[in-house]
């Protein structure tokens, strides 16, 4: 059974940092597609960040050159690092895997983890 654990989340002021870990158990994360999600209040959940199997990584443009996506392998973890945040990055995070979710995004996706809430502070 595939479990997603995300911890990390919290209170930040704006231009802030904070860095989000998804611990997975019944995957190994360095084998799987895996992929950070998003849902803000009163919005639809969305794409963040994902990073395949071969280390590819792909970003949504909102988050482009401020979030990275990476791996620890040892330690079957996934983080999301998060600087200079936005008030409009205050969500909750999601982290995901699923064969599909480069090409198909929230329909690709497998698992899901229970979600860590993020807010950002103006």
């Known amino acids: 059974q595939v479990q997603l654990v995300e911890s990390g989340g919290g209170l930040v002021q704006a231009g802030g940092s904070l860095r989000l870990s998804c611990a997975a158990s019944?995957?190994?994360?360095?084998?799987?597609?895996m992929g950070w999600f998003r849902q803000a209040p009163g919005k639809e959940r969305e794409f963040v960040a994902s990073?395949?199997?071969?280390?590819?990584?792909r970003y949504a443009d909102s988050v482009k050159g401020r979030f990275t996506i990476s791996r620890d392998s040892a330690a079957n973890t996934v983080y999301l690092q998060m600087n200079s945040m936005k008030f409009e990055d205050t969500a909750v995070y999601y982290c995901?895997?699923?064969?599909?979710?480069?090409?198909?995004?929230?329909?690709?996706?497998?698992?899901w983890g229970q979600g860590t809430q993020v807010t950002v502070s103006s």
């Open positions: 019944g995957r190994t994360v360095s084998s799987s597609n």
């Open positions: 990073i395949t199997w071969s280390g590819s990584t």
């Open positions: 995901a895997e699923g064969a599909f979710i480069v090409v198909r995004g929230l329909r690709g996706v497998d698992y």
